[in-house]
């Protein structure tokens, strides 16, 4: 006979451990501060050791540390992981605004302000340790690392470089080179724009490549593939010219089966998009006066635009209700370009950003599905902030699905400004930025090449004249 109150204490434990093995972090967390019982059941390595495995095969866990690897772990070690993942490193800085402190130590502080200007003496910036680094040595084109751009898989396995017209994809821990990726034609006239990866669950990468043919005669061009990282075998999905500014760049960004194209269509236009489903053969040509910046996630297009009305507006749209996708076609122009109120057929919910404009169009907006919580999405913002045009800032939002799974719903998490001018090229899960500067190996080579910061790992990849450094912090 069932109690009139069925509690989880209730229940038998095999039935519990199937309950828990069901659930994410957020969730083993919450269960375990409602009873000790429940503590000690939340508790157990084979709990921990499942969701570290789960987020290893999502890209947050350094996916060279196998199954055998993981369990030959502590259980404290294990949770160790789970954190770092949720929080970054722990010699890093925080991102988000503190709360306001008392007037005192307001007062306090502003005098150290004035002490110190009044000494003309600014403390020297602090760099987190570096806790070890990889380097790599990739077959050189010179002057490669000029113009070189490399860029870390998601889990920490592979690296992607792109120079001149070449694409490689090198083996971390082998030090090889397992794939490469040459234009099948206008060889000598090609060269890789910019270029994104996105790893699948089923072990596999999309890569994008954007490659100008610098000349009128050809139009510039998307290819997508697929490689399997168990084989080594890629295979091409679909190629697509671009159309617009033969002479602007291309940028490009991959989120499961969807690839965004941002390039310059018209003057008139600032933001003008392609986007392509490789898998279901279909694409939308996106472009809007109102269209500021465009990002993806995992089953959403998230846009920033500019209402007439309402000013500067954040809305995430679910892929699923879109329907301006038409059947793909390589060659453009095709249909007339799609504006974003013809994007869904439901309307989209909305939050109003308190800002002053963004910046823009190419990668101020990024989108990061939350490890604690799957669904959950962070989206971080280069702005500038309310007060002073010279003000520049990030801006930190957070969106989910409702209930219901036609709307979701946003908040506002919190802004931060930069402690200088700084014009961000990359943002980590945790809201850390870079900028192109100039840096120094440990050979003291000096380089001014791209830096690649890893989102979910916050490993910098950059590379020299001589070698490919990849460089770990804890």
């Known amino acids: 006979m069932l109690p009139k109150k069925l509690t989880l204490d209730a229940l038998v434990e095999d039935v519990l451990n199937l309950i828990v093995s069901y659930c994410d ?14 503590h000690r059941l939340a508790s157990r390595k084979s ?20 199954y055998e690897d993981l369990k030959s772990l502590p259980t404290q ?39 110190r200007k009044l000494l003309r003496w600014d403390p020297p910036p602090l760099s987190p340790p570096i ?29 992607f470089v792109a120079s001149l017209n070449r694409l490689d994809s090198l083996s971390v821990a082998e030090d090889r080179l397992i794939w490469r990726h040459s234009p099948l034609q206008f060889e000598h006239q090609t060269r890789i724009s910019d270029h994104d990866v996105c790893l ?20 510039n061009f998307i290819e997508i593939f697929t490689l399997d990282l168990a084989t080594n075998v890629a295979n091409k999905e679909l190629s697509s010219t671009i159309p617009g500014d033969l002479s602007s760049d291309c940028y490009c960004e991959v989120c499961g089966d969807i690839v965004a194209v941002r390039f310059r269509y018209s003057p008139t236009h600032l933001v003008t998009v392609l986007l392509i489903n490789w898998r279901m053969a279909s694409s939308i040509f996106l472009a809007d006066d109102c269209l500021i910046s465009l990002a993806l996630a995992p089953g959403y297009l998230v846009m920033s635009f500019l209402d007439s009305l309402a000013g500067n507006q954040l809305a995430a749209i679910p892929l699923k209700a879109i329907i301006a996708w038409r059947p793909y076609g390589s060659d ?21 950003l308190n800002i002053h404009s963004l910046l823009g169009p190419h990668r101020s907006l990024w989108v990061y599905e939350s490890p604690l919580h799957p669904g959950r999405f962070k989206v971080w913002l280069h702005a500038i902030l309310k007060g002073n045009l ?7 939002y957070e969106f989910h699905e409702n209930e219901t799974g036609t709307q979701v719903s ?65």
């Open 131 to 159: 806790s070890h680094y990889v380097v790599l040595h990739p077959e050189m084109q010179v002057p490669w690392y000029r113009d070189s751009t490399a860029k870390l898989l998601p889990g920490g396995t592979h690296v």
């Open 390 to 396: 010279h003000n520049l800032g990030l801006c930190s």
């Open 200 to 219: 699948l669950e089923d072990e596999r990468v999309v890569i994008a490549i954007c490659q100008l043919t610098q000349t009128h005669s050809q139009p």
């Open 47 to 66: 709990v921990w050791l499942d969701l570290v495995w789960h987020l290893r095969r999502r890209g947050y866990i350094n996916r060279q540390l196998d």
């Open 332 to 352: 453009f122009p095709g249909p007339p370009p799609t504006k974003v109120a013809e994007l869904a057929t439901d309307t989209y919910d909305s939050i109003r």
């Open 410 to 474: 946003w908040r506002f998490i919190a802004s931060s400004c930069f402690p200088e001018m700084i014009i961000g090229r990359g943002m980590s899960l945790w809201g850390h930025t870079h900028g192109t500067r100039f840096h120094r190996h440990r050979h003291n080579h000096g380089i001014f090449s791209p830096v690649h910061l890893s989102p979910l790992s916050g490993a910098i990849t950059y590379s020299t004249d001589t070698e490919l450094a990849i460089l770990y912090y804890d």
């Open 25 to 38: 972090v957020a969730g083993v967390v919450a269960l375990s501060g409602t009873s000790k019982y429940l």
């Open 77 to 115: 070690q294990l949770v160790g992981l789970v954190k770092r993942a949720v929080h970054g490193p722990q010699t890093w800085a925080s991102m988000t605004s503190e709360p306001t402190p008392p007037a005192f130590s307001r007062a306090t502080r502003r005098a150290v302000n004035i002490f």
